[in-house]
Nanobody, 126 residues
Framework: EVQLVESGGGSVQAGGSLRLSCTFF????????IGWFRQAPGKEREAVSSISSRPTTPYYTRAVKGRFTTSSDNAKNTVYLQMNSLKPEDTAVYYC???????????????????WGQGTQVTVSS
């Protein structure tokens, strides 16, 4: 059974940092690509970052470039989202997701993902 579990959310002040973890079960990183998405109240779910086991440059949405970093630890079946210089507008529920379509320009499209975690809340206060 495929499962993704996020952790590491919390409340921080603006300028602070958090590291989210996405631990996955039921597949290997070679088979899937992993994406991070977020959804703020009243807003649509948006792509934050995506990563593949292939030697490709991770995807980052413009709003987080230079502040967020995605990495993986294959031995732990875990993908991380290091979030630095957090801003109040980063406040949202963060989800990780796994897709099997293969790396391509669709990795920022939530509909290209097959499995989703339950989400973890990130709150940034000013």
């Amino acid at each position: 059974e495929v499962q993704l579990v996020e952790s590491g959310g919390g409340s921080v002040q603006a300028g602070g940092s958090l590291r989210l973890s996405c631990t996955f079960f039921g597949f290997t990183f070679d088979e899937y690509y992993i994406g991070w998405f977020r959804q703020a109240p009243g807003k649509e779910r948006e792509a934050v970052s995506s990563i593949s086991s292939r030697p490709t440059t991770p995807y980052y949405t413009r709003a987080v470039k230079g502040r967020f970093t995605t990495s993986s630890d294959n031995a732990k079946n875990t993908v991380y989202l290091q979030m630095n210089s957090l801003k109040p507008e980063d406040t949202a529920v963060y989800y990780c997701a796994a897709g099997t379509k293969g790396w391509g320009p669709w990795v920022s499209d939530p509909y290209s993902y097959d499995y989703w975690g339950q989400g973890t809340q990130v709150t940034v206060s000013s």
